[in-house]
């Protein structure tokens, strides 16, 4: 597509599997990539399918069944299992974990 458009390089954002294919993307071609935006890139830092066992099929099944009592605890063992060990950002974890509780 950049190669018809004439555009020898260009700045990429990608969101989820955009994020995705742009990771992928920057690192086939990194000299066609000025700069990359990687927002919530599925499947770029951890496996798809570990992902969903620790927090979408929790989330889901949290949805299903509201007044499961220790829906808060799997939720944030999730997240934990998300940061993998790095230091917490309090501002973006409490945002996300009120997301994961209460959104739907």
Same mark, same amino acid.
């Given at each position: ?34 700069? %990359?935006?990687?927002?919530? $890139? +599925? ?7 570990? !992902? ?8 889901f099944l949290s949805l299903l069944f509201p007044q499961v009592p ?11 299992? %998300?940061?993998?060990?790095? $230091? +917490? ?7 996300? !974990? ?7």
């Amino acid at each position: 597509m950049l190669d018809g458009l004439g555009v020898p390089e260009t700045h990429l954002v990608g969101a989820s599997y955009g994020g995705f294919l742009s990771a992928g993307l920057a690192m086939d071609m990194p000299d066609r990539i000025r700069r %990359l935006v990687l927002i919530d $890139p +599925a499947a770029t830092f951890h496996a798809i399918v570990p !992902f969903y066992f620790h927090l979408f099929i929790p989330k889901f099944l949290s949805l299903l069944f509201p007044q499961v009592p220790f829906k808060r605890q799997v939720i944030r063992r999730g997240m934990n299992w %998300l940061r993998n060990g790095l $230091p +917490a950002d309090p501002l973006w974890e409490d945002l996300f !974990f009120a997301a994961m509780v209460h959104g739907a």
